[in-house]
T-cell receptor
Framework: DAKTTQPPSMDCAEGRAANLPCNHS???????VYWYRQIHSQGPQYIIH???NNETNEMASLIITEDRKSSTLILPHATLRDTAVYYC???????????FGTGTSLTVIP | DAMVIQNPRYQVTQFGKPVTLSCSQT?????MYWYQQKSSQAPKLLFH???????NEADTPDNFQSRRPNTSFCFLDIRSPGLGDAAMYLC????????????FGAGSRLTVL
């Protein structure tokens, strides 16, 4: 989805927080923001989603700006197993379509 | 465990030879999706079914068709594969309620010779 952009790659030291940004400046008021990650040759795996408020689950935290034009996925203590491609996505169209952003390849460094 | 299963995991076909990829789910989800993912790119939505209602994306080529004979199964047919159709094809499902999330299968990797 050309409307949802992410930096192509990022590095993070093991044990540190990984902060992955996403720009979704054209998101509409009722569209949720989702985050997925994909390990090589596997299907994407759901991480977290939100609409307006910040969210936290056992995997990550999601910070959404007040104007909803961008969000940040936070992995609080990155491990080597968190090395993957992370996609933010929005739910658009008639309501059931999910469109993926450009993706960020995160490398966690020992 | 409830899941989304795709077959085959790897498919090799010749240029122009039709191919069918299958997807089955035990989640009883209303919506089934097909995504195309080329190397180093994000998944691109081709189409989806909401129950029996088919929804095609505007930029999906006519070469790609889909069938959903029942709730559990969905097929992707590529009528005349070209070299540019080589990709991973991902099936996903979701409920229809509020902030529904996608559950993906492992994907079918298509090679076109």
């Amino acid at each position: 989805d050309a409307k949802t952009t992410q930096p192509p790659s990022m590095d993070c030291a093991e044990g540190r927080a990984a902060n992955l940004p996403c720009n979704h400046s054209t998101i509409s008021g009722n569209e949720y923001v989702y985050w997925y990650r994909q390990i090589h040759s596997q299907g994407p795996q759901y991480i977290i989603h939100g609409l307006k408020n910040n969210e936290t689950n056992e995997m990550a935290s999601l910070i959404i700006t007040e104007d909803r034009k961008s969000s940040t996925l936070i992995l609080p203590h990155a491990t080597l197993r968190d090395t993957a491609v992370y996609y933010c996505a929005r739910k658009g169209g008639t309501g059931n379509q999910f469109y993926f952003g450009t993706g960020t390849s995160l490398t966690v460094i020992p | 465990d409830a899941m989304v299963i795709q077959n085959p995991r790897y498919q090799v076909t010749q240029f122009g030879k039709p191919v069918t990829l299958s997807c089955s789910q035990t989640l009883n989800h209303n919506v089934m999706y097909w995504y195309q993912q080329k190397s180093s790119q994000a998944p691109k939505l081709l189409f989806h079914y909401y129950d029996k209602d088919f929804n095609n994306e505007a930029d999906t080529p006519d070469n790609f068709q889909s069938r959903r004979p029942n709730t559990s199964f969905c097929f992707l047919d590529i009528r005349s594969p070209g070299l540019g159709d080589a990709a991973m094809y991902l099936c996903a499902t979701s409920r229809v309620a509020g902030a529904n999330v996608l559950t993906f299968g492992a994907g079918s990797r298509l090679t076109v010779l």
